[in-house]
T-cell receptor, first 119, second 114 residues
């Protein structure tokens, strides 16, 4: 079955970086884009960016331009999201999700990774 | 960016009764190339990721109970639950994929049992 399994919770200090992984299985990795979406406490879902798993091309939300980097490892069918210069406002649950090319909706999601930024 | 505004922010409905959640878009999400509305609905239960219920505004995902239905076109959309079950308690989000990036979501509607 389709699975997106994310790395565990992280606690970081302000100014640090965090890298979250998303190990996929149960489907053809090249046929689905991987997106990253975050959810701060009590806030709406917020799309961060996506990666073309074949070419490695990425697109980011303007809000996260310059602080987020999305990558992938095709050999392990894993996606990664790195967020730098963390502040307390980055405390959130981060999700990876997939969408089949040309669709735009997210039909399968990772379980979420809580990132806590605290001094 | 397209802004999605849901109403109400929360509602309480008796078991077996119907529930209606609205989603209004700041601009039309009708894709004229296929005459479909680029809008999806998700259900999120506490401690879980969102679950896709509906895409193209009214196409139910496989395995989603038929008490869930989506309707609307252009800028105004509705998610209807025909007969509320206890397991339907969740927060519901709409999402547009007409003009991306970014994909944008509504602020969510919390559905509870009265």
């Amino acid at each position: 079955q389709v699975q997106l399994v994310q790395s565990g919770a992280e606690v970081k200090k302000p100014g640090a970086s965090v890298k979250v992984s998303c190990k996929t299985s149960g489907y053809t990795f090249s046929e689905y884009a991987i997106h990253w979406v975050r959810q701060a406490p009590g806030q709406r879902l917020e799309w961060m960016g996506w990666i073309n798993p074949v070419s490695g091309d990425t697109r980011y939300s303007q809000q996260f331009q310059g602080t987020v980097t999305i990558t992938r490892d095709t050999s392990t069918t894993t996606g990664f999201m790195e967020l730098t210069s963390l502040t307390s406002e980055d405390t959130a649950v981060y999700y990876c999700a997939r969408d089949k090319w040309g669709t735009g909706w997210f039909d399968s999601w990772g379980q979420g990774t809580l990132v806590t930024v605290s001094s | 960016d397209i802004v999605l505004t849901q109403s109400p922010d929360s509602l309480a409905v008796s078991l077996g009764e119907g529930a209606t959640i609205n989603c209004k878009s700041s601009q039309s999400v009708l894709d004229r190339s296929n005459n479909k509305n680029s809008l999806a609905w998700y259900q999120q239960k506490p401690g879980q990721p969102p679950k896709l219920l509906i895409h193209w505004a009214s196409t139910r995902e496989s395995g989603v109970p038929d008490r869930f239905s989506g309707s609307g076109s252009g800028t105004d959309f509705t998610l209807t639950i025909s007969s509320l079950q206890a397991e339907d308690v969740a927060v519901y989000y709409c999402q547009q994929y007409y003009k991306t990036p970014p994909h944008t979501f509504g602020q969510g509607t919390k559905l509870e049992i009265k």
